[in-house]
């Protein structure tokens, strides 16, 4: 399969707990991006990775939310002291930034989190 | 004020009909991407059309095809002859530079049924 990746995909945790998630791109593709989504509502975007440099990052991301990609290829997003509020499904999504293609994004199936 | 702005919450057709599905956005960009994606039950987010703000044409995809009005910043997507399997959620996307990166923003999406 050469489609996005994630794991895990389902995570249950108790509120207080550190979560981490992985996401693995299409191999070729430069451009990384972190979504949540909750019911009835369309992704909300939290960072994007250029290669292995994170250019942007939504207000929504706050300073209990962190992003890696080490060496520009797989990506890992971790929650410190989960909140109930962050139960939601995490996407992740991969593009390849050029001046002539359109970034069209690729979606994994997503990591769905539960905070108890 | 909302980026893009689905007003169907849910939209109902006959199998081998055309159903059209709104979307209209707001940007003070020259140079943006309009996007459609499917999210069936399973949740993966699948691409179906891409739209650039410089292509003259409506941009078609198969059954699907993109009814471009720049001037009313419209973005409709038509999907022709509905299917069964095209019951899903249905997210208008629109990619915009912000600073020197381009942010993604999604609608809340529209939930199509198409009846047998």
């Known amino acids: 399969d050469t489609g996005v990746s994630q794991n895990p995909r389902h995570k249950i945790t108790k509120r207080g707990q550190n979560v981490t998630f992985r996401c693995d791109p299409i191999?070729?593709?430069?451009?990384l991006y972190w979504y949540r989504q909750t019911l009835g509502q369309g992704p909300e975007f939290l960072t994007y990775?250029?290669?292995?440099?994170?250019?942007?990052k939504s207000r929504l991301l706050s300073d209990r939310f962190s992003a890696e990609r080490p060496k520009g290829s797989f990506s890992t997003l971790e929650i410190q002291r989960t909140e109930q509020g962050d139960s939601a499904m995490y996407l992740c999504?991969?593009?390849?930034?050029?001046?002539?293609?359109?970034?069209?994004?690729?979606f994994g199936p997503g990591t769905r989190l539960t905070v108890l | 004020a909302q980026k893009i702005t689905q007003t169907q919450p849910g939209m109902f057709v006959q199998e081998k009909e055309a159903v059209t599905l709104d979307c209209t956005y707001d940007?003070?960009?020259?140079?943006?991407?309009l996007f459609w994606y499917k999210q069936p039950s399973s949740g993966e987010m699948i691409f179906l059309i891409y739209?650039?703000?410089?292509?003259?044409q409506n941009a078609t995809e198969g059954r699907y095809s993109l009814n471009f009005q720049k001037a009313r910043k419209s973005a409709n997507l038509v999907i022709s002859a509905s299917q069964l399997g095209d019951s899903a959620m249905y997210f208008c996307?629109?990619?915009?530079?912000?600073?020197?990166?381009?942010?993604?923003?999604f609608g809340r999406g529209t939930s199509l049924i198409v009846h047998p």
């Open positions: 996307a629109m990619r915009e530079r912000s600073g020197g990166s381009y942010i993604p923003t």
């Open positions: 990775f250029q290669n292995e440099a994170q250019l942007e």
């Open positions: 999504a991969s593009s390849l930034a050029s001046q002539t293609r359109a970034d069209t994004q690729y």
């Open positions: 191999s070729e593709h430069n451009r």
């Open positions: 739209q650039g703000s410089y292509d003259e």
């Open positions: 940007t003070s960009d020259q140079s943006y991407g």
